[in-house]
């Protein structure tokens, strides 16, 4: 997968992928031609059996300045149609992401600007330089986050997405910790060695169970304290309890040993 133009898909030995915005000249900003290219990056991690997670990152030193100029200046001279086009290849950029069968970690630095929330909001995890910049810029320029608005909502709430769609304030990295749009921050300098320290401990832990945690994780968000949820999760404990890696698990545990999948970190 080498001959992308705008994005960059890494395969780590130990087992997970890296999946890099690649267009720094332009500070990773969206294209046409970036969404299509991050939709089969995606689709060719889904059908890798062999990755426990993914990462996204953005290449040099912002995440994502949202959407490219050009192509914002093209869209201008569409009509409904082909816009409704356009919406529809980013929305399913956005719900591909998002299901992603595999856990996701997105990590960010500087800039993270309109779609590029929307990439973070969709990821399970996220971590970030404490002196980021993020923003639901939209409205600055006349839009509306409209596509990524339900994972935003999902991820900070409501009322936080409420603000910050209507204002288009720019917020901190530290800010997204506070608002659970970021799972953690750190000192820019630290950031890629907090992101070992992620990874090390993702790399602990089994890759069956981690899908299966991310399935049941949405179901029981998105579904009220009912008969039919305590049935789907019973079943999601006996199924995982009788698999393969389950039974590892648990010998391994009894036998005060490491399972098999657990690799050491890095020196």
Same mark, same amino acid.
């Given at each position: 997968?080498?001959?992308?133009?705008?994005?960059?898909?890494?395969?780590?030995?130990?087992?997970?992928?890296?999946?890099?915005?690649?267009?720094?000249?332009?500070?990773?900003?969206?294209?046409?031609?970036?969404?299509?290219?991050?939709?089969?990056?995606?689709?060719?991690?889904?059908?890798?059996?062999?990755?426990?997670?993914?990462?996204?990152?953005?290449?040099?030193?912002?995440?994502?300045?949202?959407?490219?100029?050009?192509?914002?200046?093209?869209?201008?001279?569409?009509?409904?149609?082909?816009? +409704?086009?356009?919406?529809?290849?980013? =929305? &399913? $950029?956005?719900? !591909? @992401?998002?299901?992603?069968?595999?856990?996701? #970690?997105?990590?960010?630095?500087?800039?993270?600007?309109?779609?590029?929330?929307?990439?973070?909001?969709?990821?399970?995890?996220?971590?970030?330089?404490?002196?980021?910049?993020?923003?639901?810029?939209?409205?600055?320029?006349?839009?509306?986050?409209?596509?990524?608005?339900?994972?935003?909502?999902?991820?900070?709430?409501?009322?936080?997405?409420?603000?910050?769609?209507?204002?288009?304030?720019?917020?901190?990295?530290?800010?997204?910790?506070?608002?659970?749009? +970021?799972?953690?921050?750190?000192?820019? =300098? &630290? $950031?890629?060695? !907090? @992101?070992?320290?992620?990874?090390?401990?993702? #790399?602990?832990?089994?890759?069956?169970?981690?899908?299966?945690?991310?399935?049941?994780?949405?179901?029981?968000?998105?579904?009220?304290?009912?008969?039919?949820?305590?049935?789907?999760?019973?079943?999601?404990?006996?199924?995982?309890?009788?698999?393969?890696?389950?039974?590892?698990?648990?010998?391994?545990?009894?036998?005060?040993?490491?399972?098999?999948?657990?690799?050491?970190?890095?020196?």
């Amino acid at each position: 997968m080498n001959d992308f133009k705008t994005v960059q898909l890494e395969v780590d030995s130990r087992g997970f992928a890296t999946l890099w915005l690649n267009r720094p000249e332009k500070n990773n900003a969206f294209n046409a031609e970036m969404i299509r290219e991050l939709v089969l990056a995606i689709d060719h991690v889904q059908s890798d059996k062999s990755l426990r997670f993914m990462l996204l990152r953005g290449r040099g030193k912002h995440f994502s300045a949202g959407a490219d100029l050009a192509w914002m200046q093209h869209s201008a001279k569409l009509d409904f149609e082909a816009n +409704l086009t356009d919406a529809r290849e980013l =929305a &399913e $950029l956005m719900y !591909s @992401l998002y299901h992603l069968k595999l856990p996701t #970690l997105a990590v960010v630095q500087g800039a993270a600007f309109g779609g590029a929330v929307g990439l973070i909001a969709c990821c399970d995890m996220a971590i970030g330089a404490a002196d980021a910049q993020l923003s639901l810029s939209e409205v600055r320029i006349g839009l509306a986050p409209a596509v990524i608005s339900p994972f935003v909502v999902k991820a900070i709430g409501e009322r936080a997405t409420r603000r910050y769609s209507m204002t288009g304030e720019r917020f901190s990295g530290e800010r997204a910790r506070e608002l659970g749009l +970021l799972s953690e921050s750190y000192d820019a =300098a &630290e $950031l890629d060695a !907090s @992101l070992d320290g992620w990874i090390d401990n993702l #790399l602990l832990n089994s890759p069956q169970a981690m899908r299966a945690s991310k399935d049941l994780m949405r179901e029981a968000g998105s579904m009220s304290l009912s008969p039919a949820l305590r049935r789907y999760t019973e079943n999601a404990i006996a199924r995982i309890r009788v698999s393969p890696e389950g039974q590892e698990g648990l010998n391994a545990f009894l036998e005060k040993r490491k399972p098999t999948w657990t690799q050491e970190p890095q020196q």
